[in-house]
C-alpha cells in the first residue's frame, strides 16, 4: 500500500518547448489535491507523467521510498497495481458492456457471476442503477460515462485516485454530482485523490488542497479554504477571469 507520492524538482520538456519547471509537491495518504490553472499550462502532462505515460526530463517521483521514473517500463507496471486512473476522454472499451469495464483488469481472475455481482456494488457507488450494468458505452450519457470510469478505477480498491479533468464537456448540475461522488469515494474508500481541472468553483468546494500552475511554473499551492484569501496575483486574476468570486 502507497502511503505518499513525492514530487521533487519535476522538469518536463518536449524537444526545445519546455511544459512543465521546478515542480515540487506531496501527495499524503487520504488527502485530496486538485491542479488548476489555463488551458494548456501542463496540467494533464503533469498527471500523466506522475502515472507513467510520459518520462520526465529531469527531476524526482517517488511512491513512499520507491524511485520510481528511473525506468518508465517498472513506473508503469508499479503503477498499474497501485493506482486508480480516470483519464479526460473515458477511455471505455466499446465492444464490452458496462460491466466487464467496471471489471476489465479481474475478468479472467474471477467467474462471470462474482464480476457482475462486483460491478453492480461499484456502479451503486458512483449513482448508477443495476440496469447500466449490461449497456454498451454508446448508450450511455456523457455523465454516465465519467460514472463507468470511476467505478473502473476503484474497482480493485486503489488507495491512490488520479483524476483528468473528471468533469469536462458536463453541464454545471452534473459537474457538481461527479465531484460529490469523489469527495465521497475518498472518505469512504480512505482514497488519496489527485485531479486536475479547469472547474476553478469545483476544485476548491470539493478538495482539501488546490495546486495552480501557470507559465510552467506552481505559482500557488495550499489549502482550498485559503484560496479567497490569497495574494498571490496570478491566482487572483485567474480567479477574476473565472468568476468564482
Not at 10 to 23: A, H, P
Not at 27 to 39: H, W
Not at 119 to 133: P, R, Y
Request: glycine share 6%; net charge positive.
Amino acid at each position: 500500500m502507497i502511503n505518499n507520492v513525492k514530487v521533487e524538482n519535476l522538469s518536463i520538456k518536449f524537444g526545445n518547448q519546455t511544459i512543465l519547471k521546478n515542480i515540487s509537491f506531496n501527495i499524503s495518504s487520504k488527502n485530496s489535491i486538485c491542479v488548476i490553472g489555463q488551458g494548456s499550462s501542463g496540467k494533464t502532462t503533469l498527471l500523466k507523467c506522475i502515472i507513467g505515460l510520459v518520462k520526465p526530463s529531469r527531476g524526482d517521483i517517488y511512491f513512499d521510498n520507491t524511485h520510481i521514473n528511473k525506468d518508465l517500463v517498472n513506473k508503469s507496471e508499479f503503477n498499474l497495481k497501485n493506482l486508480g486512473v480516470v483519464f479526460q476522454k473515458d477511455a471505455l472499451f466499446d465492444s464490452l458492456t458496462v460491466w466487464e469495464n467496471i471489471m476489465f483488469k479481474g475478468l479472467y481472475k474471477k467467474s462471470k457471476k462474482q464480476n457482475f455481482n462486483e460491478s453492480l456494488s461499484l456502479l451503486k457507488m458512483v449513482d448508477l442503477a443495476d440496469d447500466v450494468a449490461s449497456l454498451y458505452p454508446n448508450e450511455l450519457s456523457g455523465g454516465m460515462k465519467k460514472r463507468v470510469a470511476i467505478a473502473r478505477a476503484i474497482a480493485f480498491k486503489p488507495n491512490f485516485l488520479f483524476l483528468d479533468e473528471p468533469t469536462a464537456g458536463l453541464d454545471p448540475i452534473k459537474s457538481n454530482k461527479i465531484f460529490k461522488i469523489i469527495k465521497d469515494l475518498s472518505k469512504k474508500r480512505e482514497m488519496a485523490v489527485f485531479a486536475i481541472s479547469s472547474d476553478i468553483r469545483g476544485a476548491v468546494e470539493n478538495f482539501r488542497e488546490i495546486i495552480f500552475l501557470e507559465n510552467k511554473k506552481i505559482h500557488w499551492k495550499g489549502k482550498s479554504t485559503e484560496v479567497k484569501l490569497t495574494s498571490n496575483k496570478s491566482l487572483l486574476n485567474f480567479i477574476k477571469k473565472s468568476n468564482l468570486f
